[in-house]
């Protein structure tokens, strides 16, 4: 990014608008309540929240708090760190590079989802035919070009941090009709066991899965682990904000709106009968239901799945920031033909992964469909790696008092604890797990 850009933000304003314009999105909506669905509700749950405010939120503050210092794209501030270390940058534009296809393609199913709420034919009838949608050829993959060709768009003509003040402004209201959803849902019969579902641990059936799973999910949700904070924080001018005071609004934010989604979700697969293991589809099966079972539900719907439009375009134009500032600073790229030229890679990419619902379903790797084995790699290695080097380079080579994120003394000494020790240990012994090494 430029370096008026770069010296943009006076206050921590910008800071925490872009971070939680990157946080909130569809990994809160979305990938949240199918990823928990499939490991257990409260066995998950329990692990996702000590996963967050352990290791994810001491990287966040990391990164943050590096790129604050640094002044520098990540491949520049860990190569500012060490030399050797500037490889840590590129690993995160290859995890965006991998993100932005799939993430864009469900970008796409919201929009299909807005189109078909203005048409004759009601949103039931869309939960109805939403696996019929998402396994054709044609029409989900259009409306994928243009959830990625409109984020494109916005990231082209620069006008991104406008569109996130905005949908900041929308957050409340997104906020608003999630409670009115859940309260709405709770009232209904068998909604409890949903509940149960998710508030009870079943710590025997806690498995490596379970903990590898919650961890891919802490670093997607809160977008951790590929530099994002790192290249905000470069652009905050003053050296000397209180790094965690800013940042754990962010990620309590981030957690608080997965919560909700849980107590909408889940009440309402029992309460409707619905399938638990219907995989990424969960949300978009379960919430038409919901608007179908409260008055002015499809005007409700249309609202809920705009503002949710907003906030996964948001996530999108932080994805896409990384790879562009990537582009521009290490290759010399201008910023427009940076944005172009990543755009049609995706283009590329993003039509095979919407495919692999469908035509292209057969084609497995490791077992898993394209869009599956993306999301897998993404968020469950790549990201996780990302954050065990930078928990690495922060905490064994540039030192952890190096970087102040607290004004409290046992507080920071805290942070410089799980830097060093805890976050590395933890996220590699999951990650040795993989592999299958214990
Ligand atoms: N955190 C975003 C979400 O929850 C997704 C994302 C992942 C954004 C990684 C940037 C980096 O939707």
Redesign the pocket.
């Known amino acids: 990014m430029s370096t008026n850009m770069r010296a943009s933000w006076g206050s921590k304003l910008g800071l925490v608008l872009a971070s939680a314009g ?7 909506l979305w990938r949240f309540p199918f990823i928990a669905a499939e490991n257990g509700g409260g066995s998950f749950l329990f692990i996702y929240l000590i996963c967050t405010f352990s290791v994810g939120i001491t990287l966040v503050f990391a990164e943050a708090a590096l790129g604050i210092k640094a002044k520098s794209d990540p491949a520049g501030a860990f190569q500012w760190i060490s030399p050797r270390l500037k490889f840590i940058g590129a690993i995160g534009v290859l995890t965006s590079a991998i ?1 932005v296809p799939y ?1 864009s393609v469900v970008g796409g199913w919201i929009i299909a989802y807005i189109v078909k709420s203005f048409s004759a034919t009601a949103i039931e009838n869309f939960e109805t035919h939403f696996s019929e949608f998402i396994s054709s050829s044609v029409s989900p993959v259009l409306f994928f070009y243009v959830y990625l060709i409109s984020t494109a768009a916005i990231v082209y003509i620069g006008i991104e941090k406008g569109i996130e003040k905005f949908c900041k402004l929308m957050m409340p209201l997104l906020f608003l009709l999630l409670l009115v959803l859940m309260i709405r849902v709770l009232t209904l019969d068998n909604a409890w066991e949903g509940v149960k579902f998710f508030f009870t641990p079943d710590f025997s059936k806690i498995t490596g899965k379970t903990m590898l799973s919650a961890m891919g999910q802490v670093f ?4 951790v682990g ?1 530099g ?1 904070y790192i290249t905000y924080g470069s652009y905050v001018k003053d050296e000397h904000i209180n790094v965690s005071k800013t940042m754990f609004p962010v990620v309590s934010l981030d957690v608080l709106v997965s919560l909700l989604t849980g107590l909408t979700i889940f009440p309402a697969v029992f309460a409707f009968g619905l399938p638990m293991n219907a995989g990424p589809a969960l949300t978009f099966i379960t919430l038409p239901k919901i608007f179908a079972s409260i008055p002015f539900g499809q005007l409700f719907g249309l609202l809920f799945f705009v503002i949710l439009l907003g906030a ?1 375009i948001t ?1 999108s134009i ?2 896409m920031e990384v790879v562009t500032t990537f582009l521009c600073d290490q290759i010399k790229m201008t910023r427009k033909k940076a944005v172009v030229a990543y755009t049609g890679l995706c283009l590329i990419t993003g039509t095979l992964v919407s495919l692999s619902f469908g035509k292209l379903s057969g084609f497995k790797i490791g077992g898993k469909i394209l869009f599956d084995q993306f999301d897998f790699l993404a968020s469950n290695i790549l990201m996780p790696v990302g954050g065990l080097l930078t928990a690495i380079a922060v905490g064994w080579i540039l030192g952890p008092e190096k970087l102040t994120v607290c004004k409290n003394k046992y507080l920071q000494k805290g942070f410089e604890f799980c830097v060093k020790w805890l976050a590395p240990i933890a996220v590699f012994s999951i990650l040795l797990n993989l592999v299958g090494l214990i």
């Open positions: 990157s946080a909130i999105g569809l990994g809160n993100i993430y997607f949700s809160i977008s590929m994002i996964a996530s932080s994805l």
